[in-house]
């Protein structure tokens, strides 16, 4: 898959992923693992984009004595996933348009 396309669906898909509640990372894995696999390598760097793009905002509480990060959906991130929402169609009229030659020819 192109890699900036998979970068733009793994964003959407963090967003997704906390636009009910808060979370924080290991969480975010686990609810995301029977959709699509995502390594603490890779979600990171993700949470950082969306942070400094302002799609979600951050907060830190204790949690059994040590502090963990905390994830919060802003705005702006649940105006990007009603924005992926509505793309979402275009990009299934296109596979659709690409894969009926497949379908003419069986």
Not at 37 to 49: A, D, F, K, V
Not at 74 to 98: C, D, H, M, P
Request: aromatic share 10%.
């Amino acid at each position: 898959m192109d890699i900036q396309l998979k970068r733009g669906l793994l964003d959407v898909c963090v967003l997704a992923a906390i636009k009910q509640e808060d979370s924080y990372g290991y969480k975010i894995i686990k609810d995301m693992k029977p959709y699509v696999e995502l390594s603490e390598s890779t979600l990171y760097p993700i949470l950082r984009r969306l942070e400094a793009a302002q799609l979600l905002s951050v907060h830190s509480a204790e949690h059994n004595g040590r502090l963990r990060k905390y994830y919060h959906i802003t705005e702006q991130g649940q105006k990007r996933l009603e924005y992926f929402k509505a793309e979402w169609n275009e990009i299934v009229s296109i596979y659709n348009f690409v894969t009926r030659e497949d379908e003419n020819n069986a």
